[in-house]
């Protein structure tokens, strides 16, 4: 199971963010890859707790559903997100691609964090699956742009 915790999985996830064009086509959903990048800096945010999202009420923050969709259920495409991970308006694309790596690398570092925020939809999350859910999350995305 691959996690930003390793380091290969999060070298993989940053060469492909490197490597994105700011006008490929997206195979599935409404981003751009601007918006996408965007929206990847603002679940970042949210993972550490620097962006507080409202919680949802849903059945997905109880086991086993919680752990079958952060570890195996493939993730939907065009699923619902929360606005506040849609608010930020893409910049100079570099500038975004270099904010997302770094907040990347940031998020890495925090793997000795005792206490993670609270999912919005799932709830308490342990650090092995917050680190396989941003890896999962980032990896979802990043497919809707390969080319």
Known sequence: MKS??????RRELSD?????RWDRRAAWGRFTAPQM????????????????????RSPIRYAPLKQLI???????KGAPTAPELLAREPGDFAADVADVQRLLARAASART???????????TL??????????????HHLRQFAG
Do not use: N
């Open 126 to 139: 342990s650090t092995r699956a917050w680190g396989v859910l941003i890896y999962r999350h980032m990896d």
């Open 70 to 76: 952060i570890y195996v259920a493939p993730f939907p």
């Open 4 to 9: 930003i915790w390793q380091e290969d999985a």
């Open 16 to 20: 492909r963010i490197g490597a994105l």
């Open 37 to 56: 990048i965007c929206h990847l800096a603002e679940s970042l945010k949210m993972a550490m707790g620097e962006l507080m999202i409202r919680p949802k």
């Open 113 to 123: 964090t005792e206490r993670w925020p609270e999912h919005p939809a799932f709830g």
